[in-house]
C-alpha cells in the first residue's frame, strides 16, 4: 500500500484522492466505498446533535487505515454520518440501542478536512446509511478503553451476507453477460442478413429508377399523344357544336324549344347571378351549427314565423339524415310552412307537390312515357327533380303534401327503396332502352323533316314553320310519324311538336337522385286518410306538430333574445355549402357496447318486443345516425332518447291494450306494459321541466296521454287518434 504525507496529498485533486483511498483498500476506481459500523449520537462543540459510524469496516470486513504517513490515528475509525438519515433510525439511536448500519463514503467537506487536518477525511453519502441489525447487550464486548465493540459474529454475519448477496450479482451479470453475447450474435447474425437486404433494396431501385425513366418517357409521349387527340377532339366538338347549333337555332327560330332549353343545348350558363346578400355559414359563423340554428329561429321570427329552437334544431339534424321526414300533425299546424320557411331561411328552394287521391303507382310520381303521344309525361315531382339537378348547389325541399290521400306504399314504396341506397346517389330509371331508342328515332324523324323544309324554303336561314307545313311531302310525313290529321289546326300542330321536342329534350331516360334534394311528407291523420304502412314508419322519422295556438310565445321570443347573435344581421338568409345539409353515407354500424344500441336493446326486449313494436337494426343504425347529427350540431345530448322513441317508436303504436302478453313469466296486459314503459323511460330523458322542449316536446307526457286516452277507449291504443 503506497503511503503519502499531507503535503503530497495537497496536489491531488478530490478525484485523486478518492482513488488514491480506494486503491489503498483494493477497490476499483468504478465501485463505491460501502462500509460497515455501529452508528451512535453526539454532541458538536455547539451543542448539536450528531450521528457517526464508530468501528468501521469495509463490507468484506476488512479493517482499513487512512494512507497517510504523518496523521495520528491512522485507523478510520468513525464518519460522520449526515442528519437526513431515516426516522426510524434515529429514534432507535436516540433511545440508547446500538444500530449496524451500512453505508456509503465520500470524502468529507473541505472545511471538515481543514478541521481534522487529514485531507482523506470521510463522511456518510446522503441517504445511503441503511440499518442492518440492532446490537444487543451478549453482542457488545467491551475494549481498554471502555468503548464498545461488535463481536466478530455479528459483523462476519453480515459481510459474509454481503459478500454472498455480491457473489449472486456477479453471477447475476455473467448470466446477463451471456444472454447479452446471444443477443450480440443475433445481431450479427440479422446485421449479416440486413446487409443483404440492403444490397438486394440498392439494386431493386436502380431497376426501378430505370423504370422510372422509361416510364417517363411513355408518359412525355403520351401528353405528346393526348394534346394532338385533343386538338382532335376540339375539331370534332366544334363540329358538333357547329351541327348542334344549326338544328337549335332552328328549332327556336320555329319557336319549337324555348330560349331556356336552347341554352341547355348549347351548354351555355345563365348569367341571372344571385345579387342577394347572405350571411356565411363558414366564415360568419365559423360553421357553427348551434349558432346557424340560432340565426334561422330569428330569421324566421323576423318574417313574423315562431317554431320553438327545439323544432327547428329537430328538423335541421333530420334533414342532415337524407332519410324520408313524415311531419305529422292537424291541418294548419305548420308542417308545410316549415318546409317553405326553414327554405328560404337558407336560401333554398320548396317545392309543394299536393297528392292526389286516385295516385296508385310510382307512374303516378314521376311520369311515364306514352307511345301514343310519342312523348314522356312528367309531373311536378320529375321536374323538380330535374330543376335540382341544374342547380347542384341550391338545397331543394320537395314536399308531398298529404302525402297519405292515397296509400303512401302504392305509389312512393318503389322510390323510398330507391331511397334506401346508401353508399352513393341512387339512379331513376325512367322509361327503357328501347322506348329511348324509339323517342331518339322520333327526334331525329322531326330534325330530318325541318332540314328537308329547311333545304326547300330557305330565307335568310330560317324557316317558316306554316311554309314548312304548306310543303305537301312533309305535311303527308308528319300526320304518318305522328298521327296529326286534316281536321287538326296548325296551332295543334305546333303546340303537340313543341310538347314531343320539349319531353325529349328535358327528360332523359334515367336520373341520378340529385344530393341537393330532400324528401319530406307532410301529413293529416282523419277519416279521409290512410294509416302509413309499417313499411314507410320503419324507413322515414316522424315530427308531429301540435297546434301552434298552444306554443308558450313568450318563451320562443326568450329563447331568440338569449341566443341572439349580436353582432350579424339576422334579417340575413344564411348561405351553406349543400355537403353541410349532409351527405348520403352508411349508417353507423350497430355496436353492442355503444350506450344509445344498450339502452334500445334493453327497451326492446322489455317493450317494444312485448308490445309487438318491430325494432330492427336498420332503425338502431338510423338512431345511431341521428343521434351522430345531433351531438355534432351542438344539441342537447339529453334530447337523443327523447326524439327516437318520438321519431321512430310512438308512431308504430296502434293495439288492443286489452291483449295480455307474457313479461318474465307474468301475464300483463300491453296497456300496463306500455305505462310501465313510460315510467321507466324517466330514467332514460333529462329534461329541465322549466324549457319548451319539457312542456311540448316530451315522450313522456305524450305516452301519458296515450295511455289516458287509450283507457277511455276501452283500451285501444292508437298514436294517430
Not at 351522430?628 to 293495439?655: D, R, Y
Request: charged residues 30%; contains cysteine; glycine residues 4%.
Amino acid at each position: 500500500m503506497e503511503i503519502y504525507t499531507k503535503e503530497q496529498l495537497k496536489y491531488f485533486n478530490d478525484d485523486e484522492r478518492l482513488n488514491i483511498l480506494k486503491k489503498s483498500w483494493g477497490i476499483s476506481s468504478d465501485e463505491p466505498i460501502q462500509i460497515i459500523g455501529d452508528l451512535s449520537r453526539t454532541l458538536n462543540l455547539d451543542a448539536v446533535i450528531i450521528y457517526r459510524l464508530n468501528n468501521i469496516r469495509l463490507n468484506n470486513g476488512k479493517h482499513i487505515e487512512y494512507p497517510i504517513s504523518d496523521l495520528d490515528n491512522k485507523n478510520v475509525s468513525d464518519i460522520y454520518v449526515p442528519r437526513s438519515i431515516e426516522e426510524s433510525i434515529k429514534t432507535e439511536v436516540n433511545s440508547g440501542k446500538v444500530i449496524l448500519v451500512t453505508a456509503m463514503l465520500e470524502l468529507s467537506s473541505e472545511a471538515e478536512r481543514t478541521r481534522r487536518t487529514n485531507p482523506l477525511y470521510l463522511s456518510a453519502i446522503v441517504g445511503t446509511a441503511h440499518r442492518l441489525h440492532v446490537i444487543t447487550n451478549n453482542e457488545i464486548l467491551n475494549d481498554d478503553n471502555g468503548e464498545f465493540l461488535v463481536k466478530d459474529s455479528i459483523l462476519n454475519h453480515y459481510v459474509h451476507k454481503n459478500i454472498k448477496e455480491i457473489q449472486e450479482n456477479i453471477n447475476n451479470v455473467k448470466i446477463q453477460k451471456d444472454e447479452l453475447d446471444k443477443d450480440f450474435k443475433q445481431l450479427n447474425q440479422q446485421n449479416e442478413i440486413l446487409k443483404k437486404n440492403i444490397n438486394s433494396l440498392e439494386v431493386e431501385i436502380t431497376e426501378r429508377e430505370e423504370h422510372k425513366k422509361t416510364i417517363s418517357n411513355e408518359i412525355e409521349e403520351l401528353k405528346i399523344l393526348a394534346e394532338k387527340e385533343k386538338e382532335l377532339m376540339g375539331e370534332k366538338l366544334e363540329k358538333f357544336r357547329s351541327f348542334a347549333k344549326s338544328k337549335a337555332t332552328t328549332l327556336l327560330n320555329l319557336e319549337l324549344i324555348e330560349q331556356e332549353e336552347y341554352d341547355d343545348i348549347m351548354m351555355i350558363e345563365s348569367n341571372h347571378e344571385d345579387m342577394e346578400t347572405y350571411v356565411n355559414f363558414h366564415e360568419e359563423l365559423d360553421s357553427n351549427f348551434s349558432e346557424a340554428v340560432s340565426h334561422i329561429q330569428s330569421y324566421l321570427f323576423k318574417n313574423e314565423i315562431a317554431y320553438p329552437r327545439y323544432i327547428i334544431e329537430d328538423f335541421f339534424a333530420l334533414i342532415k339524415t337524407n332519410d324520408l321526414i313524415v311531419l305529422a300533425g292537424e291541418s294548419g299546424s305548420g308542417k308545410t310552412n316549415l318546409v317553405k320557411s326553414f327554405a328560404k331561411a337558407v336560401g333554398g328552394e320548396s317545392i309543394i307537390i299536393p297528392v292526389k287521391p286516385n295516385w296508385t303507382s310510382s307512374e303516378d310520381l314521376l311520369g311515364y312515357y306514352n307511345p301514343l303521344e310519342k312523348k314522356y309525361l312528367s309531373t311536378p315531382f320529375l321536374d323538380a327533380l330535374i330543376k335540382a339537378n341544374k342547380n347542384p348547389n341550391k338545397l331543394y325541399l320537395i314536399c308531398l303534401d298529404e302525402m297519405n290521400l292515397a296509400r303512401v306504399e302504392y305509389y312512393f314504396a318503389d322510390f323510398l327503396s330507391l331511397l334506401e341506397e346508401r353508399n352513393g346517389l341512387p339512379e331513376i330509371k325512367l322509361y327503357s332502352e328501347d322506348e329511348s331508342s324509339h323517342v331518339l328515332s322520333e327526334f331525329k324523324n322531326v330534325l330530318d323533316l325541318i332540314g328537308a323544309a329547311k333545304e326547300r324554303y330557305q330565307k335568310n336561314h330560317v324557316v317558316d314553320f306554316v311554309k314548312m307545313l304548306q310543303d305537301e311531302e312533309i305535311n303527308n310525313e308528319l300526320k304518318r310519324v305522328f298521327g296529326f290529321s286534316d281536321k287538326d289546326s296548325l296551332i295543334k300542330y305546333h303546340s303537340d311538336l313543341r310538347r314531343m321536342i320539349s319531353g325529349i329534350i328535358n327528360t332523359p331516360s334515367s336520373i341520378v337522385f340529385p344530393k341537393n334534394v330532400r324528401i319530406i311528407g307532410a301529413i293529416n291523420i282523419d277519416e279521409t286518410t290512410h294509416y302509413l304502412s309499417p313499411k314507410i314508419l320503419d324507413r322515414a322519422h316522424i315530427m308531429k306538430f301540435g297546434s301552434p295556438l298552444l306554443y308558450d310565445w313568450d318563451s320562443i321570443e326568450n329563447e331568440i333574445n338569449k341566443d341572439r347573435l349580436y353582432d350579424i344581421d339576422t334579417s340575413l338568409k344564411l348561405k351553406f355549402d349543400i355537403d353541410d345539409f349532409g351527405t348520403r353515407s352508411p349508417y353507423p354500424s350497430f355496436n353492442k357496447e355503444n350506450e344509445f344500441c344498450k339502452n334500445v336493446v334493453e327497451l326492446t326486449k322489455k317493450y317494444f318486443s312485448p308490445l309487438g313494436i318491430e325494432v330492427g337494426l336498420r332503425t338502431i343504425r338510423q338512431g345511431l345516425n341521428y343521434k351522430k347529427i345531433f351531438i355534432e350540431q351542438g344539441s342537447n345530448e339529453s334530447f337523443v332518447i327523447n326524439n327516437f322513441v318520438m321519431h321512430k317508436i310512438l308512431p308504430k303504436l296502434t293495439f288492443d291494450g286489452s291483449k295480455k302478453v307474457m313479461v318474465d313469466g307474468y301475464e300483463k296486459e300491453k296497456i300496463t306494459l306500455l305505462d310501465e314503459f313510460r315510467n321507466e323511460l324517466k330514467e332514460y330523458i333529462a329534461i329541465d321541466e322549466n324549457t319548451i322542449e319539457y312542456k311540448t316536446n316530451n315522450a313522456i307526457h305524450e305516452l301519458e296521454e296515450i295511455v289516458r286516452m287509450s283507457r277511455n277507449n276501452n283500451n285501444i291504443v292508437n298514436y294517430w287518434a
